[in-house]
Each structure stands twice: as C-alpha cells, then as structure tokens.
Nanobody, 122 residues
Framework: QVQLVESGGGLVQAGGSLRLSCAASGRTFGSYAVGWFRQAPGKERGFVAGIRWSSGTTYYAESVKGRFTISRDNAKNTVYLQMNSLKPEDTAVYYC???????????????WGQGTQVTVSS
C-alpha cells in the first residue's frame, strides 16, 4: 500500500504561480507512474500531467503544456507540479495518483491522495 499526501494548494490571482507537492509513504514510487488530475465543480476528474518515476518521462494535457511542469525528487519520494501563468479555468481540486500503468486515464492509477484546492481569481 502507498499513501499519498498533496499540499501546496491555495488562492492565487490569474497569471500567478503555485507549486503542488505529492509525498508518498508506505513504499517508494519505484517503477510506477505518478499523475496529477483535477476536478472542477460539476465536471469529471481529468488528467493534467504525469511522470514515469523510473525514466523521468513526462506527459501533459494540451491545456497545460508550456505552463505546468511535473518533476520528481527521488530522495524525498515526492512529485511536484509547478503551475505558472495560472488561469481562472485552472480552478479545481488537484489530486495526485500513482499506479503501474499510468497514462492519461484514471484507470491507470490505483492509489489516490485526498486532493488540494487550487483557486485562481480573475
């Protein structure tokens, strides 16, 4: 079992930045993928960014390419999501997840954090 804890959410003005963290306990990420998803009120939870822990390969949703960066810290067993040039439409609860398959679908992830709120004001 692995437990994930997100942090770093908050309120920011449009154009601002935030960095989310996802710390794992119980086991290391190992060969798993780690993904960030987000869910706005009334919408489905959607993929934002992912990273393959072992290779460092990253992938992004089109809506965040060039603005968000996912990275990892092996020593801390932590994944980060640096979010720049934030827009009001980025407002959502952001979830960290991990799983063997990974990818762009929620089905590729077996373990989820509790989420952290990101609110971008206009």
């Amino acid at each position: 079992q692995v437990q994930l804890v997100e942090s770093g959410g908050g309120l920011v003005q449009a154009g601002g930045s935030l960095r989310l963290s996802c710390a794992a306990s119980g086991r290391t990420f190992g060969s798993y993928a780690v993904g960030w998803f987000r869910q706005a009120p009334g919408k489905e939870r959607g993929f934002v960014a992912g990273i393959r822990w072992s290779s460092g390969t990253t992938y992004y949703a089109e809506s965040v390419k060039g603005r968000f960066t996912i990275s990892r810290d092996n020593a801390k067993n932590t994944v980060y999501l640096q979010m720049n040039s934030l827009k009001p439409e980025d407002t959502a609860v952001y979830y960290c997840a991990t799983g063997e398959r990974g990818g762009l679908s929620r089905r590729g992830y077996d373990y989820w954090g509790q989420g952290t709120q990101v609110t971008v004001s206009s």
